[in-house]
């Protein structure tokens, strides 16, 4: 594997912008951070799964030539998924154990990078034409989680797809509407910091200057208990640059 990247607080680079966060909003990160690590304390190859919901774009993953960023890998369930398919995947994540387990079982990387995202992406502009954010986008701030996607924007290149999946306010199994609510649909708890649920005005207003491409709520049985959550591909600023089909069957 080249070029592994440790990158900490305030030591972005490639012309990132460093994202101002709140004492607050920082605590709760770094309580974050600690339950991840020791989620992410020891993993193995073999116990690595993914679900289908990449396969909704498996045209537009096929054709991606560039490195496919997976911003907040964990242990690396969509980096699996893409590896299998002969992409070169970029696998990021906040939590050091995270990204040592990422280089450990996965040496096809192309790169493992450990960096908050709260405080910018350590890359230079136009890096890629896909960005998949899993599960990584909601435990933000409004104002941050607003930065994050400008961050988002910057290093994808004109007509790049970012698809993510983020919590539902429906995802009742999975903590929506509990612990202190800081901000709408945004909550804090002692355990995991801070938690953002979307409905679908959320979703308009995170990406309503996106081009929206593809988005669905739905259900998610990876875990124990069914997950809700919402699933969507976008576009920064220009329309879509795949075919028509594709993003008829998107829809």
């Not at 699996?80 to 040496?107: H, S, T």
């Not at 960005?131 to 933000?140: E, P, R």
């Not at 997950?227 to 920064?236: I, M, N």
Request: glycine share 8%; with cysteine; proline share 2%.
């Amino acid at each position: 594997m080249g070029n592994d990247q440790e990158i900490g607080r305030g030591g972005l680079a490639n012309g990132s912008v460093k994202i101002q966060e709140t004492a607050a909003e920082k605590s709760a990160n770094t309580r974050a951070l600690q339950r991840w690590n020791v989620i992410h304390s020891v993993c193995e190859r073999a116990q690595v799964q993914y679900d289908d919901w990449l396969e909704t774009f498996q045209g537009a993953i096929a054709r991606c030539q560039t490195p496919i960023i997976d911003l907040g890998c964990g242990s690396g369930n969509d980096t699996l998924y893409l590896i299998e398919r002969g992409k070169r995947v970029i696998a990021c994540d906040y939590a050091q154990n995270a990204i040592r387990n990422i280089r450990k079982n996965f040496p096809e990387v192309e790169r493992a990078v450990c960096f908050d995202m709260a405080e910018g992406l350590p890359f230079g502009e136009d890096l890629t034409d896909l960005v998949i954010c899993d599960l990584s986008l909601h435990y933000f701030t409004e104002q941050t989680t607003f930065a994050i996607l400008d961050e988002i924007k910057r290093v994808l290149r004109p007509g790049g797809l970012l698809l993510f999946r983020v919590n539902s306010v429906r995802d009742v199994n999975h903590g929506a509407g509990m612990g202190r609510e800081v901000e709408h649909h945004l909550y804090e708890t002692q355990e995991w910091g801070y938690k953002r649920y979307f409905d679908l005005h959320d979703i308009n207003k995170f990406w309503g200057a996106w081009d929206q491409i593809y988005l669905q709520e739905e259900a998610m049985h990876r875990y124990e208990l069914e997950k809700v959550l919402w699933k969507g591909a976008v576009v920064a600023g220009v329309s879509y640059s795949g075919c028509s089909s594709e993003r008829t069957a998107f829809r």
